[in-house]
């Protein structure tokens, strides 16, 4: 193996080890999902999610979860991003791009500021 794959395959290791032990509390964590279902991937979805993992490792940030969901049924807005803090309801942006994702980390992550972005619920279930 090359140094570039061992590190790869470090960081991957690590990234599984973290994600086991925030679980154990994640009731506890803001958690920051990023839709990565094809159409997702295709408007840049993995780039959103790999910054908010650096992000939030580069400010130690230590309460956030950064994990990733299939399709949010929000194709046209991708890449979305769902962001849920502890009690309190999910919250899902849209067109989500680096700026953006730095914007939802210092405002509404860190400054509980809601940031332009948001996808409004519409969704109704058969039972209403």
Known sequence: MSLEELQALREKVKASIDL???GDQAEKMVIVRVAMATCGIAAGAREIMSYFLDEAQHRNLTNIMVTQSGCMGYCYAEPTVEVTKPGEEPIVYGYVTKERAQEIIEKYILGGE?????????????DE
């Open 114 to 126: 809601l940031v332009e972005g948001i996808i409004p619920v519409s969704h109704q279930s058969l």
């Open 20 to 22: 086991r032990e925030k």
